[in-house]
C-alpha cells in the first residue's frame, strides 16, 4: 500500500507518499480502507519531530478517518467487512489502509459523505471527553471556547449549544466571529482586538465562564483563571502559547476552580473506547438528526497533503481541512 512518510522533520514539503508495508490487523482489530481522513495539529507537530506516535501505533500521520471495513482481525466482533465507518486513530490516517482498533471504530452517520465523516471522530471525541465528561458542562452554563473556528472549536461550538450552555468564543477577525456565530455562538471576542477577560465578565454580569476549553496553554493560564467562575472548570488541550508559566494559586483558591490538562492521543485502548462509545451514545444521535455537523473548510487529495498542512499553519481555515485517497 501507499501512505504519507515523513522522511526527516521539517516543512510541509518533507511529506512523501511512498510504497509501505501493509497493515495486520491483530486480535481486536479491524483492516480500513481509507476514503479521506483529516488534518489535525498533532499531525503538524509530528511532521516537525515534535510530537512521536504513541509506542506501538502507525508511524504515519493522521487522527481520524473514513473509509470501508476489509478485513477482521481475531476476536471482532459487532462489525463486518464492508461496513462503512470512521474512526479515531492514534495515526495512520494518511494512508490507504489502516489498523484500527475495534472499540475506535464508529459508523459513518447516515447522509453524510466520507469527507464530512472523517472530519468527525477526533474533534467529537476530544470535545465530548473534555467539556462533558472532564468538565461536566450543564445546561444554563456558560462555556468559553478559545480558537472557535478550529475544528475543536466548531464541534464544542454545536454540542454545547445543543445541550443548552452559553457559548463564548474567541477568534482571529470578523469573519471567523460571524462563522462562529452561525454555529450558535451567543457572544465572539476577537483575541486581537479585545481582552478576553473583560469581554467574558462583561457578557456574564461579571460571573465568568463555568468552563474554559483551551487550545493556548502558558500563554492564556493566568487570564483564563481570572475569567473562570467560581466554580468554574479550565480544561488545557493545547500548548499553542507555550508549555510554562506562573499561576497565582491564591485566584484559583478564591473561586475553589479547577484546572486539568488532557490528551487523546496517548490514553491507553480501554479509556479511548469508553470515549467512542459515549460519542455514538450522545453525539451521533445529534449529527444524524442534523443538530450537529461536521464543518470541512477544505477538501484535498492526499497528494497534496503538504498544502492542506499549508492551509492549517497559515490558520485562516473555519473546522476542518480533509484529505481524500484514492
Known sequence: MRAITIPQPGGPEVLTWEEVPDPVPAAGE???EVA????NRADLLQRQG????????SPYPGLECAGRIVALGPGVSGWGVGDEVCALLAGGGYAERVAVPAG??????????????AALPEAASTVWSNVFQVAQLRPGETVLVHGGASGIGT???QLAKAVGARVLVTAGGPEKLARCAE??????VDYREQDFVEAVREATGGAGADVILDIIGAKYLQRNVDALAVNGRLVVIGLQGGVKAELDLGSLLRKRAA???TNLRGRPLAEKAAIVAA???????LVEAGVVRPVVHRVLPILEAGDAHRVLEAGEQVGKVVLTVG
Do not use: N
Request: charged share 10%; no cysteine; aromatic share 6%.
Open 30 to 32: 479491524v483492516l480500513v
Open 104 to 117: 475506535q471504530l464508529l459508523p459513518v452517520p447516515k447522509g453524510l459523505t466520507a469527507a464530512e465523516a
Open 50 to 57: 515534535y510530537y512521536d506516535p504513541p509506542p506501538g501505533s
Open 279 to 285: 460519542v455514538r451514545e450522545h453525539v451521533w444521535p
Open 155 to 157: 464541534m464544542a461550538i
Open 36 to 39: 479521506a481522513t483529516a488534518v
Open 183 to 188: 454555529l450558535g455562538a451567543d457572544v465572539g
Open 259 to 261: 484546572v486539568v490538562a
